[in-house]
């Protein structure tokens, strides 16, 4: 069993910065990969980002490419999102996600565990 904990969410102006923080504690022996999703009100839960398990294999979905950056620190147990330029439309709940011993995954379904989210506000 794995637990993630999201952090660093908050509000920011547009064209802002956030760096948002998922650590991951229990069952840690698996090699996970580990996916960003969001969730803006009234919408569906969408990929954002995911990374394979030793970092050498990032993808971003078209509407965040060249603003956030994923990555990872395994000795830590941790992954990060680095939001820059922000813009009203990144505005959403952020959660984490961890699939053990895959591949990074677009799809929310392929994924095993999943942290609490936590908000991120862009405003205009």
């Known amino acids: 069993q794995v637990q993630l904990a999201e952090s660093g969410g908050g509000l920011a102006q547009a064209g802002g910065s956030l760096r948002l923080t998922c650590a991951g504690s229990?069952?840690?022996?698996?090699?996970?990969?580990m996916g960003w999703f969001r969730q803006a009100p009234g919408k569906e839960r969408e990929f954002v980002t995911a990374?394979?398990?030793?970092?050498?294999?990032?993808y971003y979905a078209d509407s965040v490419k060249g603003r956030f950056t994923i990555s990872r620190h395994n000795a830590k147990n941790t992954v990060y999102l680095q939001l820059n330029s922000l813009k009203p439309e990144d505005t959403a709940v952020y959660y984490c996600?961890?699939?053990?011993?895959?591949?990074?995954?677009?799809?929310?379904?392929?994924?095993?565990?999943w942290g609490q989210g936590t908000q991120v506000t862009v405003s205009s």
């Open positions: 229990g069952s840690t022996s698996s090699r996970y990969a």
């Open positions: 990374i394979n398990w030793n970092g050498d294999s990032t």
């Open positions: 996600a961890a699939r053990a011993w895959g591949s990074s995954s677009l799809s929310a379904g392929d994924y095993d565990y």
